[in-house]
């Protein structure tokens, strides 16, 4: 993979920043698809052993896809087995196609100030040049066109929850039968029946949508099913409705909870017969479409409440997946902001940006009760606020995700204030998700009960009073 070419590169690189930023060391590396280093190249001093701090410091950028500042190392027990005094230390990851492929690496010891804002975005700015320089070498030029496993269509992660609906959309992506697909709001329904219809047999077929709650009753049926020149006022010549449309492909209803019975009488004789009738008309057409239908109701509640006709039911739901809310993937956040950050970046022309690594820690401790949609919509947000910048601070976050309304400053940086801060966030949330029972909470993040107790402790969290307020909103 090494070239003499991208090794001369990676070296001026090297001798460049060192000028640029006085640091101690600089470490730059490449690495292959499967995360494994390939090429590395240092300056500076090399006292540290390999094992040191600076090898999880560059791992972690890798997977992040995002820089990392950490000052005032030294005092944690974590790093207690480095002698060498390591104080500061700054990771910058090299991107292509949102694929990590090689991490610029900086620190500093004792006696130099800490890394800045100034300092990551002078490395943002000459990665640029470099990723490009890199994306066409011969040894990195594949890498914009793997997609590693996950379809590009269907933006959503790389967690258990996400990797069991893709093994799903798979297995099913050729058969015909029906797909009944539940989940909160914005946890990307139509993206799953999508990657189903674009990966499967029906991907030459049409892909057809509809919202079942966005189309008033009187005008539903007509919009499904067309109708027939003369079949009421103001139909002037025959149209097709949706489900013809969806002929050799695959017809989408979203929202299907908000059907009227009857139009599922109607929708359950096509699934049975694979024949509509136009509202006007006598004679049926035979319609080969393939019906992927989503919800965000507990559809059998409704059937208890007389809104939902049972056989309907359960001729939708031969094949079932469901999607669970991004607050229980936490895993995939990380992935849907890259994400989100490339797509958008390329539609408004601009260079790749970043958050700042406090603005990254807010985004990764909210609880996102809008799901991937609300992730999208904030990241589109930020990018039109932040204009031309290169990293986006905290300040450029919505009041729900930045309450506190915290702006960039030297101590946003600061490991210890930014950890406790974490910590403190994450506990509260944790507790009000498991209704305050410090038992479960502890068992389901993974903490002895004492281990949990001595952060509440710590952070002086008044469980009997934030649990009494949540009752009291309920």
């Given at each position: 993979?090494k070239?003499s070419l991208?090794s001369?590169?990676?070296?001026r690189?090297?001798?460049?920043?060192?000028?640029e930023?006085?640091?101690?060391r600089?470490?730059?590396?490449?690495?292959?698809?499967?995360?494994q280093?390939?090429?590395?190249?240092s300056?500076?001093?090399?006292?540290?052993?390999?094992?040191?701090?600076?090898?999880?410091?560059?791992?972690?950028?890798?997977?992040?896809n995002q820089?990392?500042i950490?000052?005032?190392?030294n005092?944690?027990?974590?790093?207690?087995?480095?002698?060498?005094?390591?104080?500061?230390?700054?990771c910058?990851?090299?991107?292509?196609?949102?694929?990590s492929?090689?991490?610029?690496?900086?620190?500093?010891?004792?006696?130099?100030?800490?890394f800045?804002?100034?300092?990551l975005e002078?490395?943002i700015?000459?990665?640029r040049p470099?990723?490009?320089?890199?994306?066409?070498r011969?040894?990195?030029?594949?890498?914009?066109e793997?997609?590693?496993?996950?379809?590009?269509?269907?933006?959503?992660?790389?967690s258990?929850?996400f990797c069991?609906?893709?093994?799903?959309?798979?297995?099913?992506k050729?058969s015909?039968?029906?797909?009944?697909?539940?989940?909160?709001?914005?946890?990307?329904k139509e993206?799953?029946?999508?990657?189903i219809?674009?990966n499967?047999?029906r991907?030459?077929?049409k892909?057809?949508?509809?919202n079942?709650?966005?189309i008033p009753?009187l005008?539903?049926?007509?919009e499904l099913?067309?109708?027939a020149?003369?079949?009421?006022?103001?139909?002037?010549?025959d149209?097709?409705?949706?489900?013809?449309?969806?002929?050799?492909?695959?017809f989408?209803?979203?929202e299907?909870?908000?059907?009227?019975?009857?139009?599922q009488?109607?929708?359950?004789?096509?699934?049975?017969d694979?024949?509509?009738?136009?509202?006007?008309?006598?004679?049926?057409l035979?319609?080969?479409?393939?019906?992927?239908?989503?919800?965000?109701?507990?559809?059998?509640k409704e059937?208890?409440r007389?809104?939902?006709r049972?056989?309907?039911?359960y001729?939708?739901?031969?094949?079932s997946?469901?999607?669970?809310?991004?607050?229980?993937?936490?895993?995939?956040?990380?992935?849907?902001?890259?994400h989100?950050?490339?797509?958008?970046?390329?539609?408004?022309?601009?260079?790749?940006v970043y958050?700042?690594?406090?603005?990254?820690?807010?985004l990764?401790?909210?609880?996102?009760?809008?799901?991937v949609?609300?992730?999208?919509?904030?990241?589109?947000?930020?990018?039109?606020?932040?204009?031309e910048d290169?990293?986006?601070?905290?300040?450029?976050l919505?009041?729900?995700?930045n309450?506190q309304?915290?702006?960039?400053?030297?101590?946003?940086?600061?490991f210890?204030?930014?950890?406790?801060?974490?910590?403190?966030?994450?506990i509260?949330?944790?507790l009000e998700c498991?209704?305050?029972?410090?038992?479960?909470?502890?068992e389901?993040?993974?903490?002895?009960r004492?281990g949990?107790?001595?952060?509440i402790?710590?952070?002086?969290?008044?469980?009997?009073k934030k649990?009494?307020?949540?009752?009291?909103?309920q």
């Amino acid at each position: 993979m090494k070239s003499s070419l991208t090794s001369s590169l990676l070296q001026r690189l090297l001798d460049l920043i060192m000028q640029e930023i006085p640091s101690e060391r600089a470490i730059v590396v490449l690495v292959n698809e499967k995360d494994q280093i390939v090429f590395k190249e240092s300056r500076g001093i090399a006292r540290l052993k390999n094992n040191d701090i600076c090898q999880d410091i560059i791992k972690r950028a890798l997977a992040e896809n995002q820089p990392i500042i950490m000052n005032d190392l030294n005092p944690e027990p974590y790093f207690c087995n480095s002698t060498n005094n390591l104080r500061n230390a700054l990771c910058f990851p090299l991107v292509i196609e949102n694929k990590s492929v090689g991490a610029v690496y900086l620190d500093r010891n004792v006696g130099l100030e800490p890394f800045s804002r100034e300092d990551l975005e002078f490395l943002i700015a000459f990665s640029r040049p470099v990723s490009l320089i890199l994306k066409n070498r011969p040894e990195f030029r594949e890498i914009g066109e793997k997609s590693f496993g996950i379809p590009k269509t269907f933006p959503g992660g790389r967690s258990k929850a996400f990797c069991r609906i893709l093994t799903l959309v798979e297995r099913i992506k050729d058969s015909d039968a029906s797909v009944f697909i539940c989940g909160e709001s914005g946890t990307g329904k139509e993206l799953v029946a999508r990657a189903i219809h674009q990966n499967g047999t029906r991907k030459k077929g049409k892909f057809v949508a509809v919202n079942c709650a966005a189309i008033p009753e009187l005008l539903l049926e007509s919009e499904l099913f067309g109708y027939a020149k003369g079949a009421f006022t103001g139909a002037l010549k025959d149209k097709p409705g949706l489900i013809e449309e969806a002929n050799g492909g695959t017809f989408f209803m979203d929202e299907i909870g908000d059907l009227s019975l009857h139009l599922q009488a109607k929708l359950l004789r096509f699934l049975q017969d694979k024949e509509i009738r136009r509202i006007g008309e006598n004679k049926p057409l035979r319609v080969n479409g393939r019906l992927i239908s989503a919800t965000n109701k507990n559809i059998e509640k409704e059937i208890e409440r007389g809104n939902f006709r049972e056989d309907l039911y359960y001729r939708l739901k031969i094949i079932s997946i469901e999607i669970p809310p991004l607050r229980e993937r936490k895993e995939d956040l990380l992935f849907l902001i890259n994400h989100f950050l490339e797509k958008y970046c390329k539609e408004m022309k601009r260079e790749r940006v970043y958050f700042s690594p406090r603005a990254l820690e807010l985004l990764m401790s909210y609880s996102w009760p809008g799901n991937v949609r609300e992730l999208q919509n904030e990241i589109q947000r930020c990018l039109v606020f932040s204009e031309e910048d290169s990293i986006i601070n905290e300040e450029y976050l919505s009041s729900r995700i930045n309450p506190q309304k915290e702006c960039s400053t030297a101590s946003s940086y600061d490991f210890f204030q930014g950890r406790a801060e974490f910590e403190k966030r994450f506990i509260n949330q944790a507790l009000e998700c498991w209704n305050y029972n410090r038992a479960r909470t502890a068992e389901r993040i993974g903490l002895s009960r004492q281990g949990l107790f001595k952060l509440i402790k710590k952070h002086k969290i008044d469980v009997v009073k934030k649990s009494k307020q949540k009752t009291q909103r309920q």
